[in-house]
């Protein structure tokens, strides 16, 4: 049965099961993992010595792992993103060619606009028909001053 322990331990090795190895274990797991037992340990090698090595390249492992898995989220919120905005470019490209559509279906569309534009050039030049009166009064009293002012010019 211990046999059989220790392999499903190497299989699934973590922080959390690390500790069931025995020293024999712990430095073939180490070695497995391509790491000269002699040089990465300084001083007496040992189980506590082994255990505490173990546990770093734990660590190790752990972090990239939660690295690659922020990673891989990262880019799927972009890719999200990214369909999100083709998706709103594709509605927007679907709602002008159906606007589009429906001013050709319609006769009368670009005459009438033809129309509104002719009105719209016309307006700057008309005077607007909300005017006051004063207003009206006020702008020929200029026209009679600057008439008198100019006739006092010519005749002197």
Do not use: C, W
């Amino acid at each position: 049965k211990k046999m059989e322990t220790t392999n499903s331990a190497k299989q699934n090795l973590n922080i959390g099961n690390v500790h069931e190895l025995s020293t024999y274990e712990l430095r073939q797991e180490i070695t497995r993992r391509g790491v000269d037992v002699e040089q990465a340990i300084q001083g007496a090698i040992n189980y506590d010595s082994l255990l505490k090595f173990m546990v770093q390249l734990l660590v190790k492992d752990q972090e990239e792992i939660q690295k690659e898995k922020h990673e891989k989220e990262i880019e799927a919120v972009e890719e999200t993103l990214q369909e999100r905005l083709l998706r709103q470019k594709e509605e927007r490209k679907r709602a002008a060619i159906e606007r589009s559509h429906n001013r050709q279906k319609d006769a009368n569309y670009f005459s009438q606009k033809k129309d509104a534009n002719v009105m719209v050039q016309r307006d700057p030049d008309e005077k607007p028909a909300t005017e006051d009166s004063e207003t009206e009064s006020d702008t020929s009293h200029n026209d009679s001053m600057n008439k008198q002012s100019r006739f006092k010019i010519h005749v002197r």
